[in-house]
């Protein structure tokens, strides 16, 4: 096997078909939206070439900017909730009882597609029959909001589902990072006379850092370009009170025929989106990993 | 052992180049038949499972088409309508059109004709199909003096209502606007959500917009201004703007409609839980012929004409237009049995649809000779007493100021945006194109 493995030719010759494959299903298309955005096209008939006008459009695009704002807004919560979610896992991996029931209950938003999460919450916050009006009028307020037609709070009405979708996933992560804690750690902190709280964060915060740092960086990323609960729930309404990145450059690129600024924009989206990473790469980078 | 790393390493390969030809292949199909055989292909958006009536009388037109002409053979593929309007766009990018396919009236149909996709059908027009079309149904699908698509279906938009409802309060359809207020005060005094509005989907409080328009402005104020013979400041289109601002204010419509879709806002009116519910006459089969909709409700639901706004207006005047239409693509190898096809299909469509699937046709029929629900034979009547028709502001516009048409309407009624400032935006809009 290490004759093979020594072989550059066979090492390109494994890594190839993998590479080719991205290289046409993801490189590709992300130079070609690039290319896109230079155009005046609708999709259709043919272009012209504009050069860089519809990025000088966008970065003056007051609509861009909002939607920009919302899923900045939506990074952010979704970077405090991790907090949440660590807590609860912290819960669950000490030895409590139903620990393991109460996984999988956590899990299960996980499971279903967006749009059948989506329909549920609809359903929910329907302002005349859903269940969280009745339940606000059973304890006695008049007039309680129509929560997704109200532009001020429909971005964070709808901000409560993706978070509940994805706690399954990040308390997963959380879980799986603190069982590989060895149990001799805690027990030598146990015996020193550590309180649970000090363990938890003195010893076992400290030891799963770079799962944290990876979540961070997953929750923002996935907060940037999230799209299809927006998508479903509300199509970016109230009078754009819920359009994010994402759903502004479809709404161009598919309802409006302006393929070429679509793309202008679903690039720009991709720039920021690497900007964030890098920042917040840099901002979370430790001299040193803390080992077992 | 030697001899196994080979055999991987060969499947290895062959798997992935595999995999690499099943992405690549069917792109190069050849689209025309072989032989002395020939095949259409044909594009629609009636899915068996969601359009049961509209796939079926299609598929009965396919087999009398196959047999009337034999060695022509039509080749089906059925996607619902939203992947059906996506699927259609990245055919035409890479000139892969079906031969005969489903398109919408002129915004829809703009980009297509500018990028040469569509053949004309003029031809049809004058031969085969002269006279057949109700005036300013084909005309929809005109460009630049040419023709490029055949509509099928012919709506209006009427506010239908819970007659059981109006009756408990003593209520009786309105004429006249003061009447209509008087119904939703009435109404909304007796704890009955007076108007279903779905405008999450926005051409659901188009609609209202546009009849108020009509009524105060007469029936041409909002084509002239959208054609640019006319303005968008037009008072009277500010004046509509204000009153449809005075409705909500009114709680003329369900609580939270500027979150509901229009599939909530029909089932609240289905469940009687609202009163009224202005809808295009597709609607229709829900109130006449549906068997899953219990008969008592079927009964108690009647419609009228949006009323005369103080005085002016005419209540012969429709919200309305040609729902889709056939198409034939110009790249077609098979364009003279393209075009047989549709005339054949036209000919056929008109009787079978209203019968067997409840559609109001783009071609003249024969009410009378027709077995056909009460509220068929009205909606058919007031089309061929019809003063004017407005075709749907969002079709009439190009799809850039369409989108911000329709934004500006869930503004309006949100109340996010003041009538002059509405007016205005789509002033700007409409001057941009």
């Known amino acids: 096997m290490n004759k093979v493995m020594s072989n550059k030719w066979i090492i390109a010759l494994y890594v190839l078909p993998a590479l080719l494959l991205i290289g046409i299903l993801i490189f590709i298309p992300l130079i070609l939206t690039g290319y896109y955005g230079l155009m005046k096209w609708d999709g259709i008939g043919s272009m012209e070439f504009i050069g860089l006008q519809n990025y000088v459009t966008a970065l003056q695009d007051k609509k861009f900017w909002d939607s920009a704002l919302h899923s900045f807004l939506l990074a ?17 991996a000490s030895k409590i009882k139903g620990a393991d029931l109460l996984r999988k209950i956590y899990l299960i938003p996980m499971l279903l597609s967006s749009v059948a999460i989506a329909q549920l919450w609809v359903k929910i916050y329907n302002p005349s029959n859903g269940m969280l009006n009745s339940l606000l009028m059973a304890i006695g307020v008049e007039n309680p909001p129509a929560w997704l037609a109200e532009p001020s709070l429909v971005l964070y009405a709808i901000f409560i589902p993706i978070l509940w979708q994805y706690a399954g996933f990040y308390i997963l992560i ?26 938890a964060y003195k010893i076992k915060l400290p030891l799963i850092m770079g799962v944290v740092k990876v979540t961070i960086v997953l929750a923002v990323v996935g907060s940037l370009k999230y799209f299809d609960l927006i998508y479903v729930m509300t199509g970016g309404g109230p009078n754009g009170a819920s359009e994010v990145m994402a759903s502004y450059m479809y709404k161009l690129a598919f309802s409006t025929n302006n393929f070429g600024y679509g793309s202008a924009i679903g690039f720009l989206l991709l720039i920021i989106t690497l900007i964030v990473t890098l920042i917040i790469r840099k901002a979370t980078a430790t001299k040193e990993e803390i080992q077992y | 052992m030697r001899k196994r790393k080979a055999v991987t390493l060969f499947s290895g390969i062959f798997l992935s180049l595999l995999v690499l030809l099943a992405g690549c292949s069917g792109s190069g199909e050849n689209t025309s038949g072989s032989g002395d055989g020939k095949t259409i292909e044909f594009m629609h958006l009636w899915p068996e499972g969601s359009s049961k009536q509209h796939h079926k009388i299609v598929s009965e037109i396919i087999e009398d088409f196959e047999n009337e002409n034999p060695g022509v053979k039509v080749d089906l593929e059925v996607l619902s309508n939203e992947q059906y309007k996506d699927k ?39 031969g085969d199909l002269k006279d057949s079309f109700v005036s300013g149904t084909a005309e929809a699908y005109a460009m630049n003096d040419n023709t490029y698509g055949l509509p099928l279906e012919l709506n209006i938009a009427t506010v239908f209502y819970n007659k059981a409802i109006f009756d408990q309060y003593g ?33 659901t409080g188009s609609l209202w917009y546009m009849y108020m328009a009509d009524r105060i402005g007469g029936g041409d104020v909002l084509t002239s201004a959208i054609d640019r013979s006319g303005s968008f400041e037009d008072p009277a289109l500010v004046t509509a703007a204000e009153e449809i601002q005075n409705l909500v204010d009114m709680d003329a419509f369900v609580r939270g409609f500027n979150g509901l879709s229009d599939e909530e806002a029909k089932s609240m009116f289905m469940g009687e839980q609202a009163a009224m519910y202005l809808m295009g006459s597709w609607d229709l089969p829900n109130y006449t012929t549906n068997e899953d909709v219990p008969q008592e409700f079927r009964d108690s639901i009647g419609y009228f004409s949006f009323p005369t706004v103080d005085g002016n207006g005419d ?67 007031d089309l061929s007493e019809a003063s004017n028709i407005t075709l749907f502001a969002d079709v009439q516009m190009s799809a850039g100021v369409a989108q911000v048409h329709l934004d500006l309407i869930q503004s309006l009624f949100g109340k996010g945006v003041t009538p002059d400032d509405f007016a205005k935006e789509h002033e700007d809009a409409l001057s941009k194109e």
């Open chain 1, 76 to 92: 952010v919560f979704s970077t405090l909730s991790l907090i949440i979610y660590l807590a609860i896992s912290l819960i669950l």
């Open chain 2, 315 to 381: 209540l012969n005047s429709h919200v309305g237009g040609p729902g889709v239409g056939l198409f034939v693509a110009e790249d077609s190898d098979v364009k003279e049995e393209a075009k047989k096809f549709v005339s054949f299909f036209i000919q056929q469509w008109g009787e079978k649809a209203v019968t067997g699937a409840g559609v109001i046709p783009a071609t003249k029929v024969d009410a009378d000779s027709l077995d056909l629900p009460d509220m068929y034979i009205d909606v058919l009547n």
């Open chain 1, 174 to 199: 959380y879980y799986a990072a603190l069982k590989n804690i060895p149990e001799s750690i805690i027990e030598a902190a146990k015996i020193d006379g550590a309180s649970p709280i000090q363990i």
């Open chain 2, 171 to 203: 209520l009786e359809a309105p004429t006249t606007y003061d009447e209509f207020k008087n119904i939703i005060t009435t109404l909304n005094e007796n704890g009955v959500a007076p108007i279903a509005l779905g405008n999450k989907d926005r051409w």
């Open chain 2, 88 to 126: 259609l766009k990245v055919l035409s990018t890479s000139n892969q059109l079906p031969d005969v396919g489903m398109t919408w009236a002129a915004g829809f149909l703009e980009p297509y004709v500018n990028g040469e996709k569509f053949a004309t059908l003029d031809d049809l027009l004058e």
